[in-house]
Nanobody, 123 residues
Framework: QVQLVESGGGLVQAGGSLRLSCAAS????????MGWFRQAPGKEREFVGA????????TYAHSVKGRFTISRDNVKNMVDLQMYSLKPEDTAVYYC????????????????WGQGTQVTVSS
């Protein structure tokens, strides 16, 4: 059974930093591209960024490029989202997701999802 469990969410002031982690189990982790998505209240889920299975390539949404960094550890089966210079508009529930082999920006392409972790950025 595949499980993705996010952690690290919380309340942070604007301009601050936060690091989210996603622990994966039940899958051959290195064969899955990992994505981060977020959903704010009343808004649709949006792509944040993704990393290839080997960790060589990443892609980010324009809104977070230069502020967020995704990394992964294929020994520990974990993927992290490091967030800097946080803004109130970054407030959302953040989800990690796994997609077999292919990096993708569309949520519907992902096979497995975590339960999400809340990030709140105060102004």
């Amino acid at each position: 059974q595949v499980q993705l469990v996010e952690s690290g969410g919380g309340l942070v002031q604007a301009g601050g930093s936060l690091r989210l982690s996603c622990a994966a189990s039940g899958l051959t982790f290195s064969r899955y591209a990992m994505g981060w998505f977020r959903q704010a209240p009343g808004k649709e889920r949006e792509f944040v960024g993704a990393i290839t299975g080997g960790g060589v390539s990443t892609t980010y949404a324009h809104s977070v490029k230069g502020r967020f960094t995704i990394s992964r550890d294929n020994v520990k089966n974990m993927v992290d989202l490091q967030m800097y210079s946080l803004k109130p508009e970054d407030t959302a529930v953040y989800y990690c997701a796994a997609n077999f082999l292919t990096i993708a920006t569309m949520g519907r392409e992902y096979d497995y999802w975590g339960q999400g972790t809340q990030v709140t950025v105060s102004s």
